[in-house]
Structures are given as structure tokens and as C-alpha cells.
């Protein structure tokens, strides 16, 4: 960090980013927040507040209210109100640090309070006949199906994030146990590494893939990464959502959050088959427990519903 004092938003901006970087996030992590703090930045421009010395709290009380009927230009909707608390949060991220960098004196956002979000179940898992169902649309579309099909079998045996599958390389299969192979998730969320079991089932997909699909794919750009694009480059995050979502349309399902359904779905059928709680964390690779218990109460409805309609004493 320059041995001036950051002044603009923009040097606040530049020294945080460098900390971020140093202090060893993920290039991800830090796309998100830059991403953030811009909203932020371009909000503060149009109400003429040039420095972070500058603002007050009522400034960021007003920015809440701002957040609360920004349209987003993409979606044409109001933000949800997770999205509204990231956004925010970010902010107070940003001056909790530059607290502790001593780039400022005094944090405006130390008395400041967040949005409370309502916790909400996740509502993208399908049963596994209807997976199944999912699975065969791609049967029907040539060699990319092959492709295709790989994908969404191994979204669902690994619970892998959309980025998560993205990154995967060739070599990072791996296959020594014949009874059970792993699959090496890399610079998963928070920079993190892990191992997951993929299924034998869809291993045999990939290997359908590699050997007839890959090869026509491959270009000189493509390196490692298993899974290729029509262009032949890895997938971005984004079309693998596209992707997904045209095969759920295809199989007459409407459900949100495409490359989630088979991660929401696989820690659901695991729980409700008799896997613990933590097992399903380390699977999902969740910091906290309390993320994953988010699917006992999948599994709580579930219960409750079926006791709707099969006890004979709930239809009375």
C-alpha cells in the first residue's frame, strides 16, 4: 500500500482490492466485491458524496432505501432481499477494513443495521425419477448430448457449484479405489480444495464423452478443462446455467436456480436416505453446519406432507 493516504474512492477502492488480494481470496470473491462496491460507488456519484471520509450514516440508511428499489438491468426485477443484504454487506466489509488498515478513523457503518432477510428452503430439487427424466432429454441431441449428459450426471453425483464444474481438469479424476473414485474439486467457494465421491454411473458418462464427444470439441485454447463449450473453450458459469435450464424446459419442469437442482436434489435424497447432517457438509463443501441444515427442514416438508396424505387420521 502507498505510503500517501488513500483520498477518492477510487485509491480506497485500489488499496482494499490489493489487500483482498494479499490477504489470499479467491479471484471470484473479489470479482463479487468489486462488482458491489461499484452499485455502491456509482449511487454515491449521483448523490455527490466524492470520499468515503464524507459519508454518514444517514447517507447509508438512505443507500438501504436506494437497494430496496434498485431495478436490476438484467432481470428487470427488484433485487431479492439476500442480494440487497450481499450488497450491503459488502459495503460494511469494505470499511470495517479500511478501519483496520487505518485509512480511516472512524467507521460510519459501525452502528449501522442490515435488512433482515427471511430464511427461505430451496425449492430447485426434483425427485430422482424425475432426474431420471431430466437425464434422457439429452439422449435425443447428438453427440453434445453425450456431452450434455455428462454434465448434468456429474452435477448430480458430485453436488458440485456451476464454478466448481467448470474448473474441473482431466487429471482431476481420480480412479485407484475401483470401489469408489473422487473427484477433485478445485479453489472451490472461499479458495477451497476438496475431494468429492462421483458414482460409477457417472464416471461412464464422462467416459462416453471423452473418447466420442471431447475430441470433436478440442481446440488448441481448450488445455485441460474436461467439460468443453460448443466453441471448444471452458464453460462460462452462465451458460452452463443456459444450458441446464433449456434441458428442465425440455423436460416440461420449471424450477429456479438451473445447476443448483442437482446439488439441492442430491443433498436431499442423500439426507432423506439416511446420511447425517455432516457428512452432507463436508459433501456440499459448507463452511457452517447451519447451511446444511437448511435441508432438514426439505426433508421435515416432505414428511409433512406425505403424512397429509397417507395417514388416515390427518384425513379425517
Known amino acids: 500500500m502507498s505510503a500517501t493516504k488513500p483520498e477518492t474512492f477510487e485509491e480506497c477502492f485500489d488499496a482494499y482490492f490489493d489487500d483482498c488480494n494479499a490477504s489470499g481470496q479467491s479471484p471470484t470473491t473479489v470479482r463479487i466485491k468489486q462488482c458491489n462496491l461499484n452499485l455502491f460507488h456509482k449511487w454515491c456519484i449521483t448523490e455527490g458524496i466524492k470520499s ?35 450488497r ?34 430451496p425449492t430447485a430439487f426434483l425427485s430422482f425419477p424425475n432426474l431420471e427424466r431430466l437425464f434422457h432429454q439429452a439422449d435425443i441431441a447428438g453427440t453434445k448430448g453425450i456431452r450434455d449428459k455428462a454434465i448434468m450426471e456429474t452435477f448430480y453425483a458430485t453436488a458440485v457449484r456451476r464454478m466448481e464444474l467448470a474448473n474441473i481438469k482431466l487429471y482431476d479424476l481420480d480412479r485407484q ?14 479458495a477451497k480444495d476438496r475431494y468429492v465421491p462421483i458414482s460409477n454411473r457417472a464416471l461412464a458418462c464422462i467416459d462416453e464423452y471423452i473418447v466420442n464427444c471431447r475430441p470433436k470439441l478440442e481446440t ?55 446420511a447425517n447432517l455432516r457428512q452432507i457438509q463436508e459433501y456440499l463443501g459448507h463452511a457452517d453446519l447451519s447451511t446444511t441444515q437448511v435441508y432438514t427442514h426439505i426433508v421435515q416438508s416432505e414428511l409433512n406432507e406425505s403424512y397429509m396424505r397417507f395417514h388416515p387420521s390427518a384425513r379425517n
Not at 464524507?54 to 440508511?61: H, N, Q, V
Not at 438512505?62 to 427488484?78: G, H
Not at 436456480?257 to 443433498?267: I, L
Request: aromatic share 12%; net charge positive; glycine share 4%.
Open 52 to 86: 468515503p471520509y464524507d459519508l454518514t450514516k444517514k447517507d447509508l440508511e438512505s443507500y438501504k432505501r436506494y437497494l430496496n428499489t434498485y431495478i436490476n438491468p438484467r432481470s428487470n426485477d427488484l433485487l431479492k432481499p439476500a442480494v440487497r443484504r450481499n
Open 88 to 121: 450491503l454487506r459488502a459495503v460494511t466489509t469494505f470499511f470495517r477494513r479500511l478501519l483496520y488498515l487505518e485509512i480511516i478513523d472512524s467507521n460510519p457503518m459501525q452502528y449501522f443495521e442490515q435488512p433482515k432477510v427471511p430464511k427461505t428452503l
Open 177 to 190: 479405489d475401483e470401489s469408489l473414485s473422487q473427484l477433485r474439486v478445485n479453489h472451490g467457494k472461499g
Open 220 to 274: 488448441f485454447y481448450s488445455g485441460d478443462t474436461l467439460f468443453l463449450s460448443n466453441s471448444g473453450n471452458p464453460f462460462r458459469p452462465t451458460q452452463l446455467s443456459e444450458l441446464i435450464k433449456k434441458y428442465l424446459i425440455s423436460a416440461g419442469f420449471d424450477v429456479n436456480a438451473a445447476c443448483n437442482v442437482f446439488r439441492h436434489s442430491a443433498a436431499t435424497h442423500m439426507l432423506s436416505n439416511g
